[in-house]
């Protein structure tokens, strides 16, 4: 089954400290991106970060930054100095290949609060 | 460069009626991908069109259907509405339909009720 699995459903971060949010994925590819996206509550999905499987250095953008361990497939993405702007529904997101096409396959998403 | 637009915002529908959404992609870019997201859960994806062509779909009856058009702009239509199609409806574009490198660039979105 091609999956996507975000473990945490809520997490909650002082404003101005660090937060990490897990995510892990199923795959037999070697070659392959995957991505963080962010959904405020005025619904439009915005990409916060990507990363290359085959580059071991982890993406960075600004204030977010990945871990990603190839071997665990594990792909987590902490924000550093929360803000309050940062609250939302964050997702995973997997391009797996299906029928002639890249499909992103999510995860179930973390709801993310800022506390001030 | 202008981003990913839908419309419309809100649509209200009833059981049995059929239903077109509309997105306009970014300029240049040959790929839009539907995806489906019920409350609390992820995009679910409906089907991808490449150049006016259906290039894959994911597990959704042929009541949901789409069509892509030369001036970047797509619509996706459904028809025989039930209930458990109430949820929000959202578009993405990307340069390419062929790597898994492409990034997708979502518009906001229309959420569609069905009574």
């Known amino acids: 089954a091609q999956t996507v699995t975000q473990s945490q459903p809520e997490m909650s971060v002082q404003e101005a400290e660090t937060v990490t949010l897990s995510c892990t994925y199923d795959t037999s590819e070697s070659d392959y991106y995957l991505f963080w996206y962010k959904q405020p509550p005025s619904r439009q999905m915005i990409l916060v970060i990507r990363q290359e499987a085959y580059k071991q250095q982890n993406a960075t953008e600004n204030r977010f930054s990945v871990n990603f361990q190839k071997a665990a497939k594990s792909f987590s993405l902490k924000i550093s100095d929360s803000q309050l702007g940062d609250a939302a529904m964050y997702f995973c997101?997997?391009?797996?290949?299906?029928?002639?096409?890249?499909?992103?396959?999510f995860g179930k998403g973390t709801k993310l609060s800022v506390i001030p | 460069e202008t981003g990913v637009t839908q419309s419309p915002t809100h649509l209200i529908k009833t059981r049995g009626q059929q239903v077109t959404l509309r997105c306009s992609s970014q300029?240049?870019?040959?790929?839009v991908s539907w995806y489906q997201q019920a409350l609390g859960q992820g995009p679910q994806f409906i089907f991808q069109y490449y150049r006016e062509e259906e290039n894959g779909r994911g597990n959704f009856p042929p009541r949901f259907s789409g069509l892509q058009f030369p001036n970047y702009s797509s619509e996706l239509n459904v028809n025989a509405l039930e209930l458990d199609d109430s949820a929000l409806y959202l578009c993405a574009s990307s340069l390419a339909a062929g790597p898994s490198t492409d990034t997708q660039y979502f518009g906001p979105g229309t959420r569609l009720t069905v009574l």
């Open positions: 300029s240049g870019h040959n790929t």
């Open positions: 997101a997997y391009p797996y290949s299906g029928a002639g096409s890249y499909q992103l396959t």
